[in-house]
């Protein structure tokens, strides 16, 4: 596979050095991304820099029309696209990896079609006030390995939508999808609207510390989103983060187990767990827990699990080996513990990074597999017989992106609900979010929120203009 460009001010950049691109159903590489040096990102802060006031300049509706033809663009791309992404990310080609990408044509189209209102508090014979939202200036996107292009979809066009350019880096695990999408929005942007750099955390931690970038989001892990919280201190960057979550799931005693168990399958091991807003502790009523932990493991053992390029195959493997390793520790900590698993529990005998789909069961709280995050297919389930104490332990948590109440009566469970200490709470599902709906977590699992109204206001400085007319 040939190399790919970095793109910085509408040309691709080739760079000296290259670093390898791991396949994870096999464990070895076979493509190589360009590495980026710090010249290079000066480069591309520049290039953005200088795009700026005529992209802010540009009207909202023709900014718009671009976001359309790139949407109309990786369309026409999309099985290249998805075939790339399956390979570098794991999940399944014709499943996962398809749905990754019509997902983020539709996103894009809709954000597209956002406009930011100018808010009228006074407009009498002496003043007028008005308050307006403009751009901010260089975006700096910083994304994450389990869903490489819809999150740089999920960054990167409110900002553009907005007037902002952009400087995009992706996971060095999945950098091939994502600097292919840049290339497609480069050839519809004016030079210097939107740029790429790779590389590892050495890139991101200058991105986060760079004073000619304006503001960052980020999607990925509580501590790197710290970190990038204080380099950003420097010059008061603005921030969207967007980080872990251990989100817990209620099941109350009246809930229907044949109906909730597919639900809950669905949403715990979607992308193979890899999800920040998966499902990863579900709290079960005492009189239920055995029935759902045995429909549940009913379906792991039924999934397939193989490589993205196999028709056959639902789950793919675990996007890469730091991350294999902490779901093995967490299930073998979870065995030495007294844990059960009715479904999974031990790596698959293969190369690759495969993980059989998971259910372990007799874990409680202070566990390492119900208090961490385990982003992979396993899940603990928890008994309770007390709904205010299951609802405290999932409370107790310092991450609260989302969590879930099922219920028979939905009014009971909503009010629940209400109490979860979440960015998002929802009654009988999980993990369902939409580009006009704003999402964002609570506690340690970030600041701020993206999608909607709300998400691309993040991207401009509000701004009071009063007008005296006497």
Request: with cysteine; net charge negative.
């Amino acid at each position: 596979m040939t190399t790919p460009s970095l793109i910085i001010d509408g040309r691709a950049q080739a760079t000296a050095a290259t670093f390898p691109v791991v396949n994870p159903a096999t464990g070895e590489a076979f493509a190589h991304a360009p590495l980026a040096s710090r010249d290079d990102l000066e480069n591309a802060v520049a290039a953005a820099r200088r795009a700026f006031p005529a992209w802010a300049a540009t009207a909202i509706d023709d900014r718009a029309k671009v976001i359309e033809a790139i949407a109309d663009a990786i369309e026409a791309d999309k099985e290249a696209l998805a075939a790339l992404l399956s390979l570098e990310q794991g999940k399944p080609r014709h499943g996962g990896a398809a749905g990754e990408i019509n997902g983020s044509i539709g996103w894009a189209r809709a954000t597209a079609k956002l406009r930011p209102a100018v808010e009228v508090v006074q407009d009498d014979e002496a003043m007028r006030v008005e308050i307006r939202r403009k751009p901010l200036g260089v975006v700096g996107s910083i994304t994450p390995w389990n869903f490489p292009v819809m999150i740089a979809v999920w960054h990167i066009i409110p900002a553009l939508l907005s007037g902002n350019t952009v400087v995009m880096k992706p996971s060095s695990y999945t950098p091939l999808s994502a600097l292919r999408l840049i290339e497609i929005m480069a050839a519809h942007l004016p030079a210097g609207v939107i740029n790429s750099v790779t590389g590892e955390g050495d890139i991101g931690r200058a991105m986060s510390e760079h004073p000619g970038i304006d503001k960052i989001v980020f999607t990925g892990s509580t501590p790197t989103g710290r970190s990038i919280m204080a380099s950003g201190a420097a010059n008061l960057k603005r921030l969207t983060l967007e980080l872990g979550g251990n989100d817990a799931a209620i099941v109350l005693a009246d809930a229907d187990v044949d109906k909730v168990a597919p639900k809950l399958f669905q949403k715990a091991f979607g992308n193979s767990g890899q999800i920040c807003a998966a499902v990863k502790r579900i709290y079960v009523h005492d009189s239920l827990h055995d029935a759902l932990a045995g429909k549940m493991a009913e379906l792991a053992r039924a999934a397939v699990v193989g490589p993205g390029d196999d028709p056959a195959t639902q789950y793919g493997p675990v996007q890469n080996r730091a991350q294999f390793d902490l779901v093995r520790s967490l299930a073998d900590d979870a065995r030495a513990r007294g844990g059960r698993f009715l479904a999974g529990g031990e790596p698959l005998d293969r190369p690759g990074y495969f993980f059989p789909l998971s259910v372990v069961v007799d874990v409680t709280d202070g566990d390492r597999i119900v208090d961490e995050e385990q982003f992979g297919p396993i899940v603990p389930l928890i008994r309770f017989t007390d709904p205010e104490d299951a609802l405290a332990r999932a409370n107790a948590n310092e991450n609260g992106l989302g969590g879930s109440v099922w219920s028979s009566d939905a009014d009971a469970a909503a009010e629940l609900a209400l109490r979860l200490e979440t960015g998002t709470a929802w009654v009988n599902d999980h993990a369902v979010i939409s580009p006009d709906v704003p999402f964002g977590g609570a506690k340690q699992s970030g600041i701020g929120a993206e999608f909607g109204l709300h998400g691309l206001e993040e991207y401009m400085q509000l701004q009071t203009v009063r007008v005296n007319k006497v």
